[in-house]
């Protein structure tokens, strides 16, 4: 049986450096074929996307609830990234303490169902809070996106000037402009959760907290093959339960809580006489470590169940932005969704914040957001002018989402839908403020929906919403401080711009006639 821990590891190293090049991927040459394969195998993602639309991305979600029908939540330790993490770590502990031993702790099932019904309830009210926050894919994400992310941006920035001091330009810097302080303290306080819980409980985060977790040992407890102790071969060593990392065999008993199992295969790697197997199941009355204690779960429904209401959607969320808001401060407070999210709600109610999107977006507009989209929206990314601006050229955000928060859009599509809308404060802008000329937001509107009309003396902004896209760019180039003088107001439901009509330049003349000078 030892071949089938090595197969896992394998599989596991193989899909943890792929998923991670997802993230760390500067130059956006992983094709999208490749993101599609590697997240249709994320069970939440996958759920999420099917429930929206059914594509390919079903197909790997149909794989893993078969897969774990069959055989158990292999699923946890093979293909789940941050899984995989927590074995990473669990394995750095055991070489710093090679006298590191696990013990049976029995699982608190109506904590960890509990969340469950809590997640899928809000969910299916439209706030994904808690999914943002456990859901185990986004939780890998967002630890790579706004910690690893940047640490390597930060090492290729110095590594390239160091050899720039000695005349080697072969290093180019990046610039890093979508961290900010609260994405830094959630992911860094989270990759300090799973440290310390590997540390000392090993998987207790899949077994306590994890929706996709206890979603999958739900299903384990119907699977056809599982792990089981042969009594008759058994030498009561202990030695399974030491190395179980998720504290679900208790040798003195004999007996292994296999919804708890992540399938591992650790036990069947060390035992040495064939004490353990992985066989079908045996029908046989549920012993005491199945049973699920009523009175707690009473009390903890008690707790669970009002958290709903907090966490249900539109609570401190105002995402209908209108044509009507007056101000450049007001306008930040209401976020713009990106190209392809249809609507500000839908994109909230479908987004799991993995940031996939944010790593990947080659300008760096894409921004994780606090509670821009209210409490049950933490994390999302919006918009953000105030670094950069989207690339009218650009459908990598639509390619890489792995929930269909972010539908893909064909290059023509994505430049004729509107996101946002333009507002000019003629007041505020250089040309009137202090009589010089700019014209920066005309210089980079890539649709002419700004243009420059004579004013005075000078030229001076005139600005056409039904061709503008919201991209950003002016609001962007602007160059008027601490308020724009033209900034992107919020579509809360996307819009489609017309196109701009083809203006001849230059004089009209005969072809057939001699040149014109």
């Given at each position: 049986?030892?071949?089938?821990?090595?197969?896992?590891?394998?599989?596991?190293?193989?899909?943890?450096?792929?998923?991670?090049?997802?993230?760390?991927?500067?130059?956006?040459?992983?094709?999208?074929?490749?993101?599609?394969?590697?997240?249709?195998?994320?069970?939440?993602?996958?759920?999420?996307?099917?429930?929206?639309?059914?594509?390919?991305?079903?197909i790997g979600l149909i794989l893993v609830l078969i897969i774990t029908l069959l055989f158990g939540r292999v699923y946890c330790s093979t293909l789940c990234p941050l899984g995989i993490l927590q074995d990473i770590l669990i394995r750095l502990v055991k070489w710093k303490s090679r006298h590191?031993?696990?013990?049976?702790?029995?699982?608190?099932?109506?904590?960890?169902?509990?969340?469950?019904?809590?997640?899928?309830?809000?969910?299916?009210?439209?706030?994904?809070?808690?999914?943002?926050?456990?859901e185990p894919f986004s939780y890998f994400g967002r630890i790579l996106s706004n910690l690893v992310n940047p640490s390597v941006i930060l090492a290729n920035n110095a590594a390239g000037y160091i050899l720039s001091v000695f005349g080697l330009f072969s290093i180019f810097p990046i610039q890093l402009l979508h961290v900010n302080i609260v994405s830094l303290l959630v992911s860094g306080s989270s990759l300090g959760l799973i440290v310390y819980l590997s540390y000392t409980r090993g998987r207790w985060f899949c077994n306590l907290l994890c929706p996709a977790g206890a979603f999958l040992g739900l299903l384990s407890r119907v699977s056809l093959f599982r792990i089981v102790i042969d009594e008759n071969n058994c030498k009561d060593c202990g030695l399974c339960e030491r190395v179980c990392k998720a504290n679900c065999i208790q040798s003195s008993s004999k007996e292994i809580d296999f919804p708890a199992c992540i399938g591992c295969f650790n036990c069947l790697d060390v035992c040495p006489t064939a004490g353990m197997s992985y066989s079908r199941r045996r029908k046989k009355s549920s012993g005491p470590l199945l049973q699920i204690d009523t009175k707690r779960r009473k009390v903890l429904a008690s707790f669970f169940l009002p958290m709903v209401g907090l966490l249900l959607?539109?609570?401190?969320?105002?995402?209908s932005a209108s044509a009507e808001i007056n101000g450049f401060f007001v306008s930040r407070k209401h976020p713009v969704s990106p190209p392809g999210s249809?609507?500000?709600?839908?994109?909230?109610?479908?987004?799991?914040?993995c940031h996939l999107c944010v790593s990947s977006c080659p300008t760096q507009v894409l921004y994780p957001s606090a509670f821009d989209y209210g409490l049950a929206g933490i994390l999302q990314p919006k918009m953000n002018y105030d670094a950069s601006y989207c690339n009218f050229d650009c459908v990598i955000c639509g390619n890489v989402c792995p929930t269909g928060a972010i539908l893909p859009l064909s290059m023509e599509i994505k430049k004729e839908t509107q996101?946002?809308?333009?507002?000019?404060?003629?007041?505020?802008?250089?040309?009137?403020?202090?009589?010089?000329?700019?014209?920066?937001?005309?210089?980079?509107?890539?649709?002419?929906?700004?243009?420059?009309?004579?004013?005075?003396?000078?030229m001076l902004p005139e600005v056409n919403n039904e061709l503008c896209v919201g991209c950003g760019a002016c609001d962007h180039?602007?160059?008027?401080?601490?308020?724009?003088?033209?900034?992107?107001?919020?579509?809360?439901?996307?819009?489609?711009?017309?196109?701009?009509?083809?203006?001849?330049?230059?004089?009209?003349?005969d072809s057939k006639q001699d040149f014109p000078f």
């Open positions: 049986m030892q071949w089938l821990k090595r197969t896992r590891v394998a599989f596991a190293v193989v899909l943890v450096t792929a998923v991670s090049m997802l993230f760390l991927d500067f130059g956006n040459n992983v094709p999208a074929g490749i993101h599609t394969v590697l997240y249709s195998t994320q069970l939440i993602p996958s759920l999420v996307h099917t429930l929206t639309l059914f594509s390919s991305v079903s590191r031993r696990f013990r049976f702790i029995k699982p608190i099932y109506s904590v960890h169902y509990g969340l469950l019904l809590v997640t899928a309830i809000a969910a299916l009210t439209g706030s994904l809070i808690l999914l943002n926050i456990l959607p539109g609570q401190g969320r105002d995402s249809a609507n500000v709600e839908r994109f909230s109610s479908l987004c799991t914040a996101i946002g809308k333009a507002t000019f404060i003629k007041d505020d802008c250089i040309v009137v403020s202090k009589k010089k000329d700019c014209g920066a937001c005309a210089e980079h509107c890539p649709t002419k929906a700004v243009k420059m009309v004579p004013y005075e003396k000078l180039a602007c160059p008027v401080q601490p308020q724009k003088a033209i900034y992107v107001t919020s579509n809360a439901v996307h819009q489609k711009a017309k196109k701009p009509q083809p203006q001849k330049i230059g004089p009209s003349f």
